[in-house]
Antibody
Framework: QLHLEESGGGVVQPGGSLRLSCVASDLSFSDYDMHWVRQAPGKGLEWVAFISKDGTKETYAAALKGRFNISRDNSKKTLYLEMTSLTTEDTSVFYC??????????WGQGTLVIVSS | EIQMTQSPPSLSASVGDRVTISCQASQDINNYLNWYQQKPGRAPKLLIYDASNLEMGVSSRFSGRGSGTRFTFTISSLQPEDIATYYCQQYDHFPVTFGQGTRLEI
């Protein structure tokens, strides 16, 4: 059973940058398309980005394109999310999730990003 | 962008009740409609995929139906452990979009 674990969250000042990681437990990581989804405190789920299994295709939420960059290193079984020009509106728990069919399963436990001065 | 309108935003019910949540898409999503359960402080968990398919290991008291733009999610007999927020999700087109969530209380 695939297990995903995010890391890299923390407190960052407005305008700052942060890189999140998501490590997969399964050697078959390279077989799966992957996503990032975020959730602001007390709010709903917001899809962030997608990357294809071989890393050749990326898609972003329109409002985030240009500031966020999704990437992966299949040799390390790791998914990344590079975030720049962060604002307080970006404060969220960030989840990585595997795409399976046309749904997300499983999800990682999430990593909290707090943008605050 | 496909808008997902989920209702009600919150719902109070009793143990044993039949509970139904609705989700309407702004356009036909070819049944690429999923339902997730999220408990406080936890990641979302897939319950139903492709509108009506029960994820392996998920209780059969959960079900989904619908097609086109209108979908429903039902808990046949509410249990205390079902207290959570439920989200619908469409993945017919990018961007993937979620409903606003339904907070279920007892």
């Amino acid at each position: 059973q695939l297990h995903l674990e995010e890391s890299g969250g923390g407190v960052v000042q407005p305008g700052g940058s942060l890189r999140l990681s998501c490590v997969a437990s399964d050697l078959s990581f390279s077989d799966y398309d992957m996503h990032w989804v975020r959730q602001a405190p007390g709010k709903g789920l917001e899809w962030v980005a997608f990357i294809s299994k071989d890393g050749t295709k990326e898609t972003y939420a329109a409002a985030l394109k240009g500031r966020f960059n999704i990437s992966r290193d299949n040799s390390k079984k790791t998914l990344y999310l590079e975030m720049t020009s962060l604002t307080t509106e970006d404060t969220s728990v960030f989840y990585c999730a595997r795409e399976y069919g046309r749904w997300h399963d499983p999800w990682g436990q999430g990593t909290l990003v707090i943008v605050s001065s | 962008e496909i808008q997902m309108t989920q209702s009600p935003p919150s719902l109070s019910a009793s143990v044993g009740d039949r509970v139904t949540i609705s989700c309407q898409a702004s356009q036909d999503i070819n049944n690429y409609l999923n339902w997730y359960q999220q408990k406080p402080g936890r990641a979302p968990k897939l319950l139903i995929y492709d509108a009506s398919n029960l994820e392996m290991g998920v209780s059969s008291r959960f079900s989904g139906r619908g097609s086109g733009t209108r979908f429903t999610f039902t808990i046949s007999s509410l249990q205390p452990e079902d207290i959570a927020t439920y989200y619908c999700q469409q993945y017919d087109h990018f961007p993937v979009t979620f409903g606003q969530g339904t907070r279920l209380e007892i």
